[in-house]
């Protein structure tokens, strides 16, 4: 129903061929009666007005496939496209970031995969300056602002080098390539180190507004104790979202201090609006589970 050009071909689980165009979505089946020499029928229920950027750039995810793409005359986003719909599942930053690219880089060095870790369904997205992770799973119970994360190796900002995650049922580990050279590596949930090198870690709260109050104490709730090693954590306050003030720095806590809390008192003054900002550089893992104010 759309002159667009094919990109990329699924096979469903009822054994229909999806095709996606640039702009536009279709399904097809195999019907024996047909005597063309086209033996496909087009299910025209299942027609969705919205395509993929790139050929790479679709998985399939929780019953329907996630792409980078969108509808004629409108940006590329981040898509699932379910028979006859589609679903936006993007947000603000990431749209900024696919904003960074023209469409030839997108569809010529865009990929994406699909792993599931500990019953999370997780999309990694591969462009060329960027690393982005999207978890199904939260977007599902807490909403598609919670399940974005931007990957990244180094302390430079650089894009995570992690690639083609393949699990081994032997050894019960993912064994993933790198983007960056010919090496293998495997994942582990006890280190946030990549091949021995400690990496950059950061956090940005949302904006709260407690218009002329000062902030007494700020305390974020963690699992401590599970690193081996006490580790630092740099905090600062931002009033516009582009310049962070000063930063202090508060300790995480070491290993099999269960009982350890972090807590930052007498952060100043604020007139309007203010976001948070935290950072570490550790070869260990850090699990933040959410942040409370306390001001007057």
């Known amino acids: 129903f759309s002159p667009d050009p094919t990109l990329g071909l699924l096979k469903t689980q009822d054994n229909q061929v999806m095709v996606l165009n640039r702009y536009t979505t279709e399904y097809f089946y195999n019907d024996p009666q047909l005597t063309t020499a086209f033996a496909f029928r087009r299910v025209q229920a299942k027609a969705i007005d919205a395509g993929i950027v790139g050929t790479h750039l679709k998985t399939k995810v929780g019953g329907g496939v996630f792409c980078l793409g969108g509808s004629k005359d409108e940006s590329p986003s981040m898509i699932i496209l379910t028979p006859g719909r589609a679903e936006n599942f993007s947000t603000r930053e990431v749209d900024k970031i696919i904003a960074e690219y023209t469409e030839g880089e997108l569809a010529g060095a865009g990929t994406m995969e699909t792993r599931i870790e500990n019953r999370n369904e997780l999309v990694y997205v591969r462009l060329a300056r960027h690393t982005l992770l999207f978890n199904y799973t939260v977007a599902k119970k807490f909403g598609k602002d919670y399940a974005w994360s931007v990957l990244t190796s180094g302390v430079e900002g650089d894009p995570w080098v992690g690639v083609n995650g393949v699990y081994d049922v032997f050894g019960n580990a993912?064994?993933?390539?790198?983007?960056?050279?010919?090496?293998?590596?495997?994942?582990?949930?006890?280190?946030?180190?990549q091949y021995s090198e400690p990496a950059e870690q950061i956090w940005y709260t949302p904006f709260t507004k407690i218009e002329k109050d000062s902030i007494d104490e700020m305390e974020i709730e963690t699992v401590p104790g599970f690193t081996f090693e006490d580790v630092n954590v740099f905090a600062s306050l931002t009033y516009d979202g582009q310049n962070y003030g000063k930063e202090w720095s508060v300790q995480y806590?070491?290993?099999?201090?269960?009982?350890?809390?972090f807590i930052a008192r007498r952060l100043g003054y604020v007139s309007d609006w203010f976001a948070l900002k935290l950072r570490t550089v550790t070869?260990?893992?850090?699990?933040?589970?959410r942040l409370v104010f306390k001001h007057g």
């Not at 070869?283 to 589970?289: L, S």
């Open 253 to 261: 806590g070491g290993v099999a201090e269960w009982d350890r809390r």
């Open 174 to 193: 993912w064994i993933v390539g790198d983007r960056s050279e010919a090496r293998l590596g495997s994942l582990s949930e006890g280190f946030a180190a």
């Open 283 to 289: 070869p260990y893992r850090i699990a933040f589970c």
